[in-house]
């Protein structure tokens, strides 16, 4: 059974940082991409990054490009979202995703239960 | 990027009957579709992938239709526990984009 268990979400300060983590297990992690959704409250879901099975591909929405870096460390099973210079308007429920293939480039059959990221002062 | 425009964004429905509800993309995306169901404080489920294709375990009342860009999902006799909100997604080019969504809920 896959599950996909993400931490670190709270409270930040605008442009204040934040790392996600998603904790991976029953699958062979290193054979298939991974991805972050969000979802502000009471709104609909936003892809946000994907990143290949070995790391060396990486993708993100105009909207966080050069503010949050996606990275995996696949001896642990852990993949990773730094986030930077939060705004307000990244206050969301953040998702971690396992993608169908190596690059991600699909639909996602298994999610986490979600980590709330508040940005606020 | 492919806009993704769901409709309606409410969908009133009463138990047993029939749910349709649309999704169009900005420019073709193939048959590279997928609809998620999302109940309130849960993550998306997988409901239809590859615009067709139930996704395991998915009951057959299920069914989603198109390709190109007009696509729909079709619940064929809605029971107590598909009041929801529904979303479509493309994957047919980068970026991933979701619909807006649209909520079914009894009538």
């Known amino acids: 059974e896959v599950v996909l268990v993400e931490s670190g979400g709270g409270l930040a300060q605008p442009g204040g940082s934040l790392r996600l983590s998603c904790a991976a297990s029953?699958?062979?992690?290193?054979?298939?991409?991974m991805t972050w959704v969000r979802q502000a409250p009471g709104k609909g879901l936003a892809w946000v990054s994907t990143i290949s099975g070995i790391g060396e591909t990486t993708y993100y929405a105009d909207s966080v490009k050069g503010q949050f870096t996606i990275s995996r460390d696949n001896s642990k099973n852990m993949v990773y979202l730094q986030m930077n210079s939060l705004r307000v308007e990244d206050t969301a429920i953040y998702y971690c995703?396992?993608?169908?293939?190596?690059?991600?480039?699909?639909?996602?059959?298994?999610w986490g239960q979600g980590t709330l990221v508040t940005v606020s002062s | 990027e492919i806009v993704m425009t769901q409709s309606p964004a409410t969908l009133s429905v009463s138990p047993g009957e029939r749910a349709t509800l649309s999704c169009r993309a900005s420019q073709s995306v193939s048959s590279n579709l997928a609809w998620y169901q999302q109940k309130g404080g849960q993550a998306p489920r997988l409901l239809i992938y590859?615009?067709?294709i139930r996704a395991t375990g998915i009951p057959a009342r299920f069914s989603g239709s198109g390709s190109g860009t007009g696509f729909t999902l079709t619940i064929s006799s809605l029971q107590s526990e598909d009041f929801a909100v529904y979303y479509c997604?493309?994957?047919?080019?980068?970026?991933?984009?979701f619909g807006g969504g649209t909520k079914v809920d009894i009538k």
């Open positions: 029953g699958f062979t992690f290193g054979t298939y991409a």
């Open positions: 995703a396992k993608g169908g293939d190596y690059y991600g480039l699909g639909s996602y059959l298994s």
């Open positions: 997604q493309q994957y047919n080019i980068w970026p991933l984009t």
């Open positions: 590859a615009a067709s």
